[in-house]
């Protein structure tokens, strides 16, 4: 059965704080993703990797940074929490190549930072 | 500028009964659109995925349809059941960039399903 998984559910940070999400999938997918959830934004995507070692920003990668060291593994770090990064956080995993392979999500990481 | 629009925002039906969910997407180039289910506190799920050449997909009591000229998809629901309450998101892809397809999500329909 596919799985991702993601190290918290929920998470409280100050600010300030730097802040690792980790996230895992033991499919051997090439792809892996970092988006955050907001109420009435729908999903948006901060970083992406698509090789081990390689990462390309997303759409909001500001404040944000990644790291792929292994292939199942991807991070999403944040160097200085602040307030408006508190959001839920949603791990995705799927294979490369073409266009329309599918994502599997985890379950997400709720952060909150005071 | 690529966009999912979907509609109604929520919904409240009573068990049993059948409900129709609306996704416009200005998305170019297209390549496949998706929905997803997404229960609160979780992750999104897939439903289904469909290419331009087809026009509709089922999975179970969940039927959904695209119209690639008009740039419509529809999602319905037949006999909806408490557990069908959750979140459905629209998910638009353009052709791959050569790396990774970057998707379009729509903010979704939050469907509630009471006794």
């Known amino acids: 059965d596919v799985k991702v998984t993601q190290s918290s559910r929920y998470l409280v940070k100050r600010t300030g704080e730097k802040v690792f999400l980790e996230c895992v999938q033991d499919?051997?997918?090439?792809?892996m993703f970092w988006y955050r959830q907001d109420p009435g934004l729908g999903l948006r995507l901060i970083y992406f990797?698509?090789?081990?070692?390689?990462?390309e920003k997303g759409d909001i990668p500001e404040g944000y940074s990644v790291s792929r060291e292994k292939k199942e593994r991807f991070s999403l770090i944040l160097e200085s929490a602040s307030t408006n990064q508190t959001s839920m956080y949603l791990c995705?995993?799927?294979?490369?190549?073409?266009?329309?392979?599918?994502?599997?999500f985890g379950p997400g990481t709720r952060l909150t930072v005071l | 500028k690529n966009q999912v629009e979907q509609s109604p925002q929520s919904l409240i039906i009573l068990e049993g009964k059948n409900c129709t969910l609306q996704?416009?997407?200005?998305?170019?180039?297209?390549?496949?659109l998706r929905w997803y289910k997404q229960d609160t506190g979780r992750g999104p799920v897939s439903l289904t995925i469909?290419?331009?050449?087809?026009n509709t997909k089922s999975n179970g009591r969940y039927t959904a349809t695209l119209d690639a000229d008009t740039k419509q998809s529809s999602l319905h629901i037949t006999a909806s059941q408490l557990s069908d309450s959750a979140s459905y998101i629209c998910?638009?892809?353009?052709?791959?960039?050569?790396?990774?397809?970057?998707?379009?999500f729509g903010t979704g329909t939050r469907l509630q399903v009471t006794l």
């Open positions: 469909m290419t331009f050449s087809e």
């Open positions: 995705a995993s799927s294979f490369g190549g073409r266009s329309y392979n599918e994502q599997f």
């Open positions: 499919m051997d997918h090439e792809n």
């Open positions: 990797s698509y090789d081990v070692k390689m990462k």
């Open positions: 996704c416009n997407y200005t998305v170019s180039p297209f390549s496949n």
């Open positions: 998910v638009v892809c353009c052709a791959n960039t050569g790396t990774a397809s970057k998707l379009t």
